[in-house]
């Protein structure tokens, strides 16, 4: 019994201690969920505190942004009426300024007139003091002019009859003496027949020395003067010309003057002169050249420049003079060419239209004292020459005799010029025609015996109308281009007021092209008939 009271007491401590853990475990659960709640209301307290520090910043951000945009309304209103009020007070300095400017033009107008009228009244009294005093001046001069004209008129007269006197006296005494008038007759026989003779025998003189000594008929043109001593001048004169022309070449790149050519072209003609200078100076023979191509392309103009960049001296002679010279015509080539040999510097020999009298001998039309001198122009030129370049200029290469094509020893091509080079024509021409004319001319005495060419005005010509008549003109050699602007300035010569503007030059330009179609149209019309 006890033992089991024992147990049972047991039982029960076991049983209160397992209730007391119970309850401390309760405790502790219960201690546990008061501090959760504890934690999950300081943090839904420290985030309701940091939503209200949020909504208070934004709370003073927006009163902030109002407060600036007050500001910002209050700045701007400030600033409208700053401008407004400098408008104003610029208005009224401008109105007092017009006010002013008013008052003081009115002031200068009142001003001039008063000049004006004390002007007028002072030019009134001059003229009327100037007309009193010509007026006794021409009564002056009146008496004074009477006085020496009649001074004069006793003058001339008394020396007139004093003449008449002597004269009268004279011829009373040879009429009265007859030793005196026979005298008088052989005297004046003898005078009359001296005059002839001298005047003959100098024709004579002059004839000769004509002959030996002076330029051979048959040149047109050469740089080289009639007689030995008349080419000094010229001489220095192309000297000074040539170095002056390297100056300008080396200026403008352009060392041809007037003649403008394919670049191609050009090259290879100062190639020549180049070689054709550096062949005189060794001693070698010279080459001969032929220039063919159609009319007013610079062949003579190229060889005239060749002749004077390459030093030598120059003569021109034209094929169509050798036909009516003859059976003479043969004395004349050989005259020539011993002319031609006496240069010392060497001599370009340029002839042109060379197919007038070098065509084929074959053909039935050529006469013989034609083949004659062909045949002498042959003989002078069959062995290449140290003193003469022979240069034959020719549009129809094709009907020169193969002999004189076998002394060729250089061709050139002289085509119609290009686009470009027709630009650079115009442009040349135009200095030459229209800008310089008017200039004056050297000389001494030139402006007092000749009248003053009037000056041109050029207005609104620019290279771009250039340009367009370049376009237009195609087909135009260079003779034909310097013609148009020789028509033009004609043109503007026949205007009332001596002004080159675009319409003038247009018009002009489109009468030429519209000439120059029609004589193709002629020229081929007259082809095909033939």
């Known amino acids: 019994m006890k033992k089991q009271e024992e147990t049972r007491q047991t039982e029960l401590a076991a049983k209160a201690a397992e209730f007391k853990a119970m309850q401390t475990q309760s405790e502790t659960e219960r201690q546990r969920v008061i501090y959760e709640?504890?934690?999950?209301?300081?943090?839904?307290?420290?985030?309701?505190?940091?939503?209200?520090?949020?909504?208070?910043?934004?709370?003073?951000?927006?009163?902030?942004?109002?407060?600036?945009?007050?500001?910002?309304?209050?700045?701007?209103?400030?600033?409208?009426?700053?401008?407004?009020?400098?408008?104003?007070?610029?208005?009224?300095?401008?109105?007092?300024?017009?006010?002013?400017?008013?008052?003081?033009?009115?002031?200068?107008?009142?001003?001039?007139?008063i000049e004006r009228e004390t002007i007028k009244v002072r030019a009134i009294a001059e003229?009327?003091?100037?007309?009193?005093?010509?007026?006794?001046?021409?009564?002056?001069?009146?008496?004074?002019?009477?006085?020496?004209?009649?001074?004069?008129?006793?003058?001339?007269?008394?020396?007139?009859?004093?003449?008449?006197?002597?004269i009268g006296g004279g011829l009373r005494a040879i009429l009265t003496d007859q030793n005196k008038l026979v005298v008088a007759v052989g005297g004046a026989t003898a005078l009359a027949a001296g005059i002839?003779?001298?005047?003959?025998?100098?024709?004579?003189?002059?004839?000769?020395?004509?002959?030996?000594?002076?330029?051979?008929?048959?040149?047109?043109?050469?740089?080289?003067?009639?007689?030995?001593?008349?080419?000094?001048?010229?001489?220095?004169?192309?000297?000074?010309?040539r170095n002056a022309d390297k100056g300008a070449a080396s200026k403008n790149g352009n060392g041809f003057g007037d003649v403008i050519?394919?670049?191609?072209?050009?090259?290879?003609?100062?190639?020549?002169?180049?070689a054709t200078a550096n062949t005189k100076s060794h001693q070698a023979p010279f080459r001969n050249m032929l220039f063919y191509g159609p009319p007013g392309t610079g062949k003579t103009m190229a060889a005239r420049e060749l002749a004077r960049k390459s030093g030598l001296d120059y003569a021109l002679m034209t094929g169509g003079d050798v036909a009516p010279l003859g059976p003479q015509a043969v004395t004349k080539i050989h005259q020539l060419f011993d002319w031609a040999k006496k240069s010392k510097k060497g001599l370009l020999l340029c002839i042109d239209e060379a197919?007038?009298?070098?065509?084929?001998?074959?053909?039935?039309?050529?006469?013989?004292?034609?083949?004659s001198a062909l045949n002498a122009l042959l003989f002078r030129t069959g062995d290449q020459s140290k003193?003469?370049?022979?240069?034959?200029?020719?549009?129809?290469?094709?009907?020169?005799?193969?002999?004189?094509a076998d002394r060729i020893d250089e061709v050139l091509e002289f085509p119609l010029p290009s686009e470009d080079e027709r630009f650079k024509l115009l442009k040349l021409y135009l200095d030459k025609y229209i800008a310089q004319a008017g200039a004056r001319e050297s000389g001494l005495f030139l402006h007092l015996f000749r009248k003053q060419q009037q000056k041109i005005e050029i207005k609104g010509l620019t290279d771009d109308i250039l340009r367009e008549?370049?376009?237009?003109?195609?087909?135009?050699?260079?003779?034909?281009?310097?013609?148009?602007?020789?028509?033009?300035?004609?043109?503007?010569?026949?205007?009332?007021?001596?002004?080159?503007?675009?319409?003038?030059?247009?018009?002009?330009?489109?009468?030429?092209?519209?000439?120059?179609?029609?004589?193709?149209?002629?020229?081929?019309?007259?082809?095909?008939?033939?």
């Not at 003779?197 to 048959?218: H, M």
């Not at 549009?395 to 002999?403: E, F, K, Q, V």
């Open 37 to 113: 709640e504890q934690k999950k209301l300081a943090q839904q307290q420290a985030q309701i505190k940091s939503q209200m520090a949020r909504y208070e910043d934004e709370l003073a951000r927006k009163r902030m942004q109002a407060e600036n945009e007050h500001q910002r309304a209050r700045n701007q209103e400030l600033v409208k009426m700053q401008e407004e009020s400098a408008i104003r007070q610029e208005q009224a300095r401008r109105a007092t300024e017009e006010q002013i400017q008013a008052q003081r033009r009115q002031t200068e107008k009142e001003k001039a007139e």
């Open 127 to 166: 003229a009327e003091g100037r007309a009193h005093e010509a007026k006794l001046a021409e009564e002056v001069n009146r008496r004074m002019l009477v006085e020496r004209a009649s001074a004069e008129r006793e003058k001339w007269v008394a020396a007139i009859n004093t003449t008449f006197d002597h």
């Open 196 to 241: 002839y003779t001298t005047r003959e025998g100098a024709r004579v003189i002059w004839s000769y020395v004509d002959r030996i000594l002076g330029q051979p008929s048959l040149i047109r043109e050469s740089s080289r003067g009639n007689y030995p001593w008349s080419g000094l001048f010229s001489r220095a004169m192309s000297t000074f010309s």
């Open 261 to 274: 050519l394919h670049p191609s072209l050009q090259k290879r003609i100062q190639q020549l002169a180049s």
């Open 355 to 371: 197919d007038a009298f070098l065509c084929e001998r074959n053909k039935t039309y050529m006469s013989e004292a034609q083949r």
């Open 387 to 404: 003193d003469i370049v022979l240069a034959l200029a020719t549009n129809r290469p094709g009907d020169l005799d193969s002999a004189v």
């Open 469 to 530: 008549a370049a376009a237009r003109t195609d087909g135009f050699s260079g003779r034909e281009i310097a013609k148009l602007m020789a028509s033009i300035q004609a043109a503007v010569y026949g205007s009332e007021n001596c002004v080159l503007d675009p319409n003038l030059f247009r018009e002009v330009v489109d009468y030429k092209v519209a000439e120059h179609q029609q004589r193709r149209k002629l020229a081929s019309a007259d082809g095909g008939s033939v």
